[in-house]
């Protein structure tokens, strides 16, 4: 499983981007509203840091297939490495469809359900993003649904990839990546979490005081 950042913030990715362990961004309207920057410079300075898939969404008040496709071919103008994000709904898998016939890779989101991944798959979705956390705050399962869709993409051979969205915590990432998912996205402050260990701080500690004593 590889990781992309979950974030606007140009600081966050760049932090991450050094640390060598991200090959990719997600940002969606809130993230990006979020940094209060124009929406295009904030892109293209993201795509200045990271050589890899950055998904940028579609305006939120855009829900018609004809803004959509528009907009979508705007993004992927943008700059190479763009990946258009397109909410599930009918004319977001129809647009999707449009965009894989023009050669601009999507990124289907706020997927809920296998049944939505299977459609976004079939539309010709590059990626489709189930959202754990917010399933899991309405008292769902979303880690069941990774296993879900990761064993049905499995079993019918498709090519789609999984980026594992909304996630909360190290042990979200964890179960995402035994589940077989392709990508997980993540904040910056979950990427920070994963970093620490109490023992690892505390090893540190005592191998300085241990060195100190010593050699002074
Ligand atoms: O980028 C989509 C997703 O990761 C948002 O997460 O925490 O707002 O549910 P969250």
């Given at each position: ?90 004319d ?22 296998a ?37 049905m ?27 077989g ?30 060195y ?5």
């Open positions: 499983m590889r990781f992309f950042i979950d974030t606007a913030n140009v600081d966050e990715i760049r932090k991450a981007n050094d640390m060598g362990v991200i090959c990719g961004v997600t940002t969606n309207p809130s993230l990006i509203a979020k940094e209060g920057r124009d929406y295009k410079e904030t892109i293209q300075e993201i795509a200045t840091i990271v050589d890899g898939p950055i998904s940028g969404e579609v305006k939120p008040t855009t829900l018609d297939y004809e803004g959509m496709i528009k907009e979508a071919r705007e993004i992927a103008a943008i700059h190479p490495n763009m990946v258009v994000k397109i909410p599930l709904t009918a977001g898998l129809k647009a999707c469809h449009q965009c894989a016939k023009e050669g601009i890779k999507t990124n289907l989101t706020l997927v809920f359900s049944s939505q991944a299977l459609l976004a798959a079939r539309a010709g979705a590059t990626y489709v993003s189930p959202f754990i956390g917010r399933l899991d705050d309405i008292s769902e399962d979303g880690l069941e649904l990774i296993r879900t869709i990761a064993d993409f499995s079993v019918n051979g498709i090519d789609s990839q999984i980026i594992c969205a909304s996630i909360r915590s190290p042990y979200h990432v964890m179960q995402c990546a035994l589940a998912a392709d990508i997980a996205t993540v904040p910056y402050k979950v990427i920070m979490q994963m970093v620490h260990h109490p023992l690892t701080d505390q090893g540190i500690e005592k191998f300085q005081n241990d100190k004593k010593v050699f002074g």
